[in-house]
């Protein structure tokens, strides 16, 4: 059986989330996760995989295993936005997309989706959205201006 190292195993997966074979990414996490259980980066792939597939619950408690040990992990928040769209709870939805946002307050897509979520939920149409405190405090830290 020829070996294969879990970084080249996890690009691979990578690949394969890029042609839709979320099939076959879940099979090969759940593989990966009987020897190493407690891998970020798998169950990030296993969440993506698991919107990918509309296995709405079982997306989301992946994707807040991975928030669990990393809180400001970009895809988990988008994945857990969705997710929680789809089920249904609009507020939570809103909240995630939000943590996405302020890692990438320049993303276009994003602040559109942002805006329709506002639009949608809430009624409100925003011009223009607003940086959180958070996102300003991350955006100083990038440009290490700490004063």
């Not at 042609?19 to 090969?28: F, G, K, L, R, S």
Request: glycine share 4%.
């Amino acid at each position: 059986m020829p070996e294969i190292s879990l970084k080249a195993y996890l690009a691979k997966l990578n690949t394969l989330l890029s042609e839709n074979a979320a099939d076959e990414v879940i099979a090969h996490c759940r593989h990966i996760l009987t020897t190493y259980p407690k891998n970020i980066a798998v169950y990030r792939a296993l969440g993506r995989a698991l919107v990918i597939n509309g296995r709405w619950e079982e997306a989301r408690s992946a994707l807040r295993r991975v928030l669990g040990a990393v809180p400001e992990d970009f895809v988990a928040h988008l994945g857990l936005s969705e997710t929680s769209e789809r089920l249904n709870r609009p507020d939570e939805a809103i909240w995630h997309l939000e943590r996405a946002y302020e890692q990438r307050a320049n993303d276009n897509q994003l602040i559109a989706a942002l805006r329709e979520l506002y639009q949608r939920y809430r009624n409100v149409e925003q011009p223009k959205i607003q940086l959180t405190a958070a996102a300003v405090a991350r955006g100083h830290l990038r440009a290490n201006a700490y004063a």
